[in-house]
């Protein structure tokens, strides 16, 4: 059982930066997959990043070169740099977690957080 905490959301002006925490329960955090996903209001839950087991990383097309995802196995945690923000960045950010391999589908992932709002103005 993982249990996930994100942290670290809030209203920036267009071109800034805000860096996501996600804190993970349990004793076998270095053997899961961490995704982030965000949700704008009235759309799908849909793919940012994500980083494996084994450190290799991936990321939607429109997050590309501007966000990056990490991850401190010694602290338990998954963080989420985001540069350049756009409004249509705009969304419920979510940490998840699975065994392993990354995936980009919400559904094969087993574990949420409760989500941190990232609010980009224009």
């Known amino acids: 059982q993982v249990q996930l905490v994100e942290s670290g959301g809030g209203l920036v002006q267009a071109g800034g930066s805000l860096r996501l925490s996600c804190a993970a329960s349990?004793?076998?955090?270095?053997?899961?997959?961490l995704g982030w996903f965000r949700q704008a209001p009235g759309k799908e839950r849909d793919f940012v990043a994500a980083?494996?087991?084994?450190?290799?990383?991936y990321y939607a097309d429109s997050v590309k070169g501007r966000f990056t995802i990490s991850r401190d196995n010694a602290k338990n945690t998954v963080y989420l740099q985001m540069n350049r923000l756009k409004p249509e960045d705009t969304a419920e950010y979510y940490c998840?977690?699975?065994?392993?391999?990354?995936?980009?589908?919400?559904?094969?992932?087993?574990?949420w957080g409760q989500g941190t709002q990232v609010t980009v103005s224009s």
């Open positions: 980083v494996s087991s084994n450190g290799g990383t």
């Open positions: 349990g004793r076998t955090f270095d053997t899961y997959a």
């Open positions: 998840a977690a699975r065994m392993r391999v990354v995936v980009t589908t919400p559904d094969n992932y087993n574990y």
